[in-house]
């Protein structure tokens, strides 16, 4: 069983940027690969980015791919999303997500265990 808290969601102007956090609990958190969801008003919820279990490769939507970048610190059992030049079609609630796989892929149904999500909101 793993649990995980997502955290540092906010609102930020156009341009800016914001760092999430997702804190998994558990002592076998480099046995996951581990992914970021985001649903926006209206919308169903899409993958943003992922990460293989021991960190080094990682995949983004096309969306996001050269402003966000995904890693983790497998000592502190978390992974980061740093969002940078947001815009406000980036506004959503944020999701982290894991499997207990070397790779995540871009299917929210191969994932294990969700976090409970992070509003981010970008006003222009």
Do not use: H
């Not at 021991?54 to 791919?65: E, F, L, M, Q, R």
């Not at 969002?83 to 871009?106: F, H, I």
């Amino acid at each position: 069983q793993v649990q995980l808290v997502e955290s540092g969601g906010g609102l930020v102007q156009a341009g800016g940027s914001l760092r999430l956090s997702c804190a998994a609990s558990g002592r076998t958190f480099s046995s996951y690969a581990m992914g970021w969801f985001r649903q926006a008003p209206g919308k169903e919820r899409e993958f943003v980015a992922a990460i293989r279990w021991s960190g080094g490769i990682t995949d983004y939507a096309d969306s996001v791919k050269g402003r966000f970048t995904i890693s983790r610190d497998n000592a502190k059992n978390t992974v980061y999303l740093q969002m940078n030049s947001l815009k406000p079609e980036d506004t959503a609630v944020y999701y982290c997500a894991a499997v207990q796989m070397a790779w995540g892929s871009r299917r929210q149904d191969e994932y294990d265990y969700w976090g409970q999500g992070t509003q981010v909101t970008v006003f222009s």
